[in-house]
């Protein structure tokens, strides 16, 4: 999870534009990967909270976090860009970037 209004981030695409400006070389990769996220938004449900402190990388985040805290954090993971509904689950896209420079 990365929003710059819930914590600090790099993306794969900043790294391209700035190695892309600097003129270094380099080779992209995409690793797709998915994981039904659907009992996240299920209260109370014991997966979905450790799903949810597996996200987040907090402990029990669904009982310490501040509601509007969790409220954001639900909204981004409902997002378009972070997940999809296919068939009543809702799929996040958990696809990793890697990126290997030229020497």
Known sequence: LC?????????????????????IKYQNYE?????????????????GELLLDFLTEICDFSKTAPKD????VMDLLRHPECSKE???????????GALVLEP
Request: charge should be negative.
């Open 86 to 96: 296919i068939d009543g689950r809702i799929i996040f896209n958990n696809t990793l």
């Open 69 to 72: 805290l969790k409220a954001a």
């Open 3 to 23: 929003d710059t209004n819930l914590s600090q981030c790099i993306t794969t695409q900043e790294i391209k534009e700035y190695l892309d400006a600097k003129g």
């Open 31 to 47: 690793l797709p990967s998915s994981m039904d996220i659907t009992k996240c938004f299920t209260e109370g449900d014991e997966n």
